[in-house]
């Protein structure tokens, strides 16, 4: 390919709008979506059975151990009149349904550990051991325990500090996992003075679980005892004692979103990782802006086309990437492709697109800045250049300022993360004979005058070998790699 067929697509002025079917593939194939928390059928009706069993004054302590509020319970009645099938638009109730979720909850009896690694809601343990987990792949203590057998053999040969660090292991656990359990038993802690005492805990329980206080939390029923002159315990008591009774839910009627796990993507060569991204230029016009779509090879910086327009959305982001696939002809299940997961990046006319040419999509994590640094690097270069202007007067003038900054970018620029070659060099793969060249003009200085160099012969920087995303690290060892992660996916090899 010659540097004239390097052009970046020609940004697209002429703003149109492209209509979608109804039943095309979602943006993210595979994508873990939150849910809402659901009753089947079968849990509908033993709660009802339940509440209708209740003495007198025990109805808040089951609507709190369920996480739900008694308003829940009359819309239940009045289904279980109709047969347990509201009337409302969507599919109709599977008659297996009841059936399906009592299997399901037996299956979870049987298998606690199991149904804790299914668990589909956003809380998870803040404090983890390094390395995935696969699924299937043992009890937590017994992967544990593993990992300690290959740290302890990896000290032997490389040292306790280097392969702690190599394994993202603290060496406090290290050394705690090394220290034998201590044979006394420990000392019983007693009570502190100013404990309530059994009698008035369960005071304080019965009175949360009164009927007028079913439904409120502890910061309505503190405030409404204090009206009324009475104090029982502080509002973190209260909570305090609810944990104790498990009677802390929540009950509110919210998605939960999943655990996601780190997107990782690895480049070893150009063309195999491209990392996108949408930024604003502002305009001078006033309620008017610009969207520049910028596509940047993860390996090799190089800029692999942009567009402009008025506008973000999932047809610009189709048409800019399809156009940069066909230009560089690449092969099908050759590429990746990285970008947060806003709507243009999860549309379907770009979901269709990559199902196509067989092009492997990786998304960011919500709410996660870190996930796509490269693209929010090349931004960060371009809004800092320093003939970069502060607004735009109109579509074209972008369009002319952001060529000439792409030509500056990719074959003038000296890239830090590069070895201070440039873009064009590390991607077309003249940047070895440019590396010889500057090791030759350094080892001539090194020659004529080496007692300017305290620290001998110096080598020029070279680029990094290989360029990832939330990369795990490697300690390698008699040529073999040892990684602390064993879920790499997408990742991207170095032949073709």
């Not at 679980?209 to 009324?228: G, H």
């Not at 009677?247 to 009627?253: C, K, M, P, T, Y």
């Not at 942009?306 to 800019?320: C, F, H, N, P, T």
Request: hydrophobic share 35%; net charge positive; aromatic share 8%.
């Amino acid at each position: 390919m010659t540097m004239t067929e390097t052009t970046t697509l020609t940004t697209l002025t002429t703003l149109t709008t492209l209509t979608t079917s109804p039943d095309a593939p979602a943006g993210a194939s595979g994508e873990v979506r939150a849910k809402r928390r659901t009753f089947s059928a079968a849990d509908k009706l033993r709660i009802l059975r339940e509440a209708e069993r209740c003495p007198k004054g025990e109805l808040g302590a089951l609507l709190r151990r369920e996480g739900i509020y008694s308003s829940q319970l009359t819309t239940w009645r009045r289904e279980r009149e109709r047969g347990l099938t509201p009337q409302k638009r969507g599919p109709k109730v599977d008659e297996q349904a009841p059936r399906l979720a009592r299997l399901e909850r037996d299956l979870r009896r049987a298998s606690p550990g199991q149904a804790r690694e299914s668990r589909t809601d956003h809380r998870r343990p803040k404090k983890i051991v390094a390395g995935a987990r696969a699924p299937g792949a043992g009890t937590r203590r017994a992967e544990r325990d593993a990992l300690m057998q290959s740290l302890e053999t990896l000290a032997t040969q490389v040292g306790a500090q280097t392969a702690c660090e190599a394994l993202t292991v603290p060496r406090s656990s290290w050394y705690a996992a090394r220290r034998p359990p201590p044979t006394a038993s420990p000392r019983p802690v007693p009570p502190p003075p100013n404990a309530l005492t059994p009698t008035e805990k369960a005071a304080v329980l019965t009175e949360l679980n009164r009927e007028r206080f079913a439904d409120q939390t502890p910061y309505e029923v503190y405030p409404q005892l204090l009206d009324e002159g009475r104090y029982l315990c502080s509002l973190r008591g209260m909570y305090r004692i609810l944990a104790e009774n498990q009677a802390v839910r929540d009950r509110r009627h919210q998605l939960r979103h999943p655990a996601r796990p780190a997107p990782q993507v690895i480049a070893r060569q150009p063309n195999r990782v491209w990392v996108w991204d949408i930024t604003l230029l502002l305009s001078t016009v006033r309620y008017q802006c610009f969207y520049l779509y910028l596509v940047l090879d993860l390996f090799s910086r190089f800029i692999i086309g942009w567009l402009i327009a008025e506008k973000q959305s999932g047809d610009y982001a189709e048409r800019l990437l399809s156009a940069s696939v066909q230009r560089f002809q690449l092969s099908p299940e050759q590429l990746t492709v990285h970008s947060d997961n806003g709507g243009p990046m999860t549309a379907k006319p770009l979901a269709w697109l990559f199902s196509e040419l067989g092009i492997q999509h990786s998304l960011s994590r919500p709410h996660v800045a870190n996930d796509n640094p490269h693209a929010e690097a090349g931004f960060k270069t371009l809004k800092y250049h320093p003939t970069y202007p502060d607004r735009f007067d109109s579509l074209r003038h972008a369009q002319t300022w952001m060529r000439e900054f792409e030509q500056w970018y990719c074959y003038q620029h000296h890239h830090t993360a590069l070895g201070l070659m440039t873009p064009a060099a590390v991607h077309f793969g003249t940047a070895e004979s440019l590396w010889l060249k500057r090791q030759a003009v350094l080892q001539a200085a090194y020659q004529a005058h080496p007692e300017r160099f305290s620290r001998g012969q110096p080598i020029p920087p070279r680029w990094p070998e290989q360029v990832g995303i939330n990369a795990p690290k490697t300690l390698q060892l008699s040529g073999e790699g040892l990684s602390t992660d064993t879920k790499l996916s997408p990742s991207v090899s170095k032949n073709p």
